[in-house]
């Protein structure tokens, strides 16, 4: 599963926005004067919530004015982008998600896309995916895996969300691997780390920090992450790659706002949100959640993005069925 990072987008895409750097437009000093309404497309309690929720804390004390969190979970996403495309395009209702946004579409499930936002900024990147099983699996790393799931075809439940992330990461492993596994739908990260602790399915994808305590306790142990190289954060955790079983996956976190969003607004926001990444008492926070603080401006996360999609269009036919 190759991925671009975000570490190698910034060099790829700095040459793109080289002459929207010099069109700058001057942000409107009248934005904001209310409160802003922040779209979460997901359930809470996952990573996408516990990282907006951090991040907006100092995004309010950047922008001066309250930042509104409001789950709106369905769909893979889709509802709550829904919501925010038809949105009045003001910079009063924003959208906080992550790739999950492009894969709807790839599977044939919604007509909507990451590109049919205005692109504010990409805020951080999480390169801490793991595969994790319990405790009773008759596999404890990657090679006995790969040993089972080919001997027994269909009988590994792979957790997972219909149109989601985990979705796209489940058909990609059985191409990449070679193994035929049961994809069952049973939500998003929360769902899925309940599913594991009952027995429902026997292995997952889940960002680390979710799974921490369990990983510590012995109820659940990892197969490995899912990057080509270790995450200094989790220096300890071996990867999928280094056990002969290349497989890349990271989720990359970005605001965006509906299309027709003035420049201006675009603008004063994404360098708000900018002073966040670089604020030393967010980088701690988030390095104790196991993120990497980015920042992509509105015409490099944008590029970034589409570059993604291009990627991702491999495995359209096997997210339909086909």
């Known amino acids: 599963m190759p991925q671009t990072s975000l570490r190698t987008a910034l060099g790829l895409v700095a040459a ?4 929207a750097a010099a069109t700058h437009v001057q942000a409107d000093d009248s934005y904001p004067n209310k409160a802003i309404q922040m779209v979460l497309p997901i359930a809470p309690g996952g990573d996408t919530d516990v990282n ?33 495309m038809s949105a009045k395009p003001d910079g009063y ?8 946004a492009m894969v709807p579409k790839l599977a044939g499930l919604s007509d909507i896309d990451i590109d049919d936002f205005q692109m504010v900024a990409v805020a951080m ?33 792979f957790g997972m969300l219909t149109g989601g992330y985990p ?59 899912l990057a080509d190289e270790r995450n200094p954060l989790i220096a300890d ?24 969003t003035p420049p201006d607004v675009v603008e004063k926001f994404s360098a708000a949100v900018k002073r966040v990444v670089d604020n030393p008492e967010y980088q701690a926070e ?24 291009q990627t991702l269009q491999q495995y359209q036919s096997l997210l339909r069925g086909q």
């Open 16 to 19: 793109l926005c080289m002459s």
């Open 52 to 84: 907006a929720r951090v991040f907006n804390r100092y995004l309010e004390k950047e922008l001066g004015k309250p930042l509104v969190a409001v789950n709106v979970d369905g769909g893979g996403g889709t509802i709550g982008m829904r919501r925010v």
């Open 93 to 100: 209702t924003a959208l906080f998600f992550h790739g999950e």
């Open 125 to 157: 990147e999480d390169d801490t995916t793991i595969l994790v099983t319990g405790k009773d699996a008759p596999y404890k790393d990657m090679k006995s895996f790969v040993d089972y799931a080919k001997a027994n075809p269909g009988k590994t439940r």
């Open 167 to 225: 979705h796209l990461v489940g058909v990609a492993l059985e191409e990449e691997l070679g193994v035929k596994m049961n994809l069952i739908d049973v939500g998003g990260n929360t769902a899925k780390i309940v599913a594991l602790r009952g027995g429902r399915v026997d292995l997952v994808n889940v960002q680390y920090n979710l799974v921490r305590d369990y990983l510590k306790a012995g109820s659940f142990v990892s197969l490995g992450l």
């Open 237 to 260: 955790e071996p990867t999928t790659a280094e056990q002969g079983f290349p497989a890349s996956f990271s989720k990359f976190f970005f605001f965006a706002m509906p299309k027709q």
């Open 286 to 309: 988030a390095r104790k959640m196991l993120v990497t603080p980015t920042y992509l401006g509105p015409e490099e996360g944008a590029a970034f993005a589409k570059a993604q999609q």
